[in-house]
């Protein structure tokens, strides 16, 4: 669905390939960096437990190409306090 998004609202190849791949990375045809990205981001919200997307499988690392990627993620992790400050002075500034 997140790649159909994305090819409507015309979106660049290379973020709705990175989109359709998020759950495995490793998989993808051109652009394996930026699925990665996405994918460690997916995992680090999970982990910290920011939303809810209805995935209840452990949130880990497991795919073999983002774990190249994955050397600070628990550094990530543990600025979550800072990342919910950051979002609520965001929202906080926004007119309504």
């Known amino acids: 669905v997140g790649q159909e998004v994305a090819k ?56 073999p190409y983002a774990e190249k990627l994955a050397a600070d993620l628990e550094g990530v992790i543990a600025r979550k306090e800072e990342y919910e400050e950051q979002v609520s002075a965001i929202v906080s500034s926004t007119p309504e």
């Open 8 to 63: 409507i609202w015309r979106l660049p190849h290379e973020i709705s390939e990175s989109i359709f791949n998020h759950h495995t990375p490793s998989r993808a045809q051109r652009h394996k960096y930026l699925s990665s990205l996405v994918y460690l981001a997916d995992v680090a919200v999970r982990q910290m437990g920011i939303g809810d997307s209805g995935d209840c499988s452990p949130a880990e690392v497991t795919d």
